[in-house]
């Protein structure tokens, strides 16, 4: 599986599953970004069994990025049933990424 790219549309479904769902806020023109983003659809096609990925656009979606308070990109964010249970600003390797998310792995 891959990162589902989401928008105003599909987000609030996307989030609300029982099933926690990490969310990338990035944009492409963010370097960090441009980094984040084949470690993410790796871990995505490694552990798609056991939690969600979803990824936003900030310069199309502002109106989620405003909601949410992104100030920095790339942010990381958790969702179970609709709420944010886990956030973090900056990029993360792959290994900071596991240990961030071993409760959800």
Same mark, same amino acid.
């Given at each position: ?29 963010? #370097?960090?970004? &441009? ?6 659809? &790796? ?10 990925? #979803? ?24 969702? &179970?049933? #609709? ?6 600003? #900056? ?6 990424? &596991? ?7």
């Amino acid at each position: 599986m891959s990162v589902s790219q989401l928008n105003m549309e599909t987000f609030d479904a996307a989030v609300s599953e029982d099933k926690a769902t990490l969310i990338d806020f990035f944009a492409e023109w963010c #370097g960090p970004c &441009k980094m984040q983003t084949p470690i993410l659809h &790796k871990f995505a096609d490694e552990h798609s069994d056991k939690m969600n990925f #979803g990824a936003v656009n900030v310069d199309e979606a502002e109106e989620i990025a405003v909601k949410y308070e992104v100030q920095s990109i790339p942010t990381l964010m958790v969702f &179970k049933n #609709g709420e944010v249970v886990k956030r973090a600003e #900056g990029m993360k390797n792959e290994s900071q990424l &596991k240990d961030w998310l071993k409760e959800y792995l």
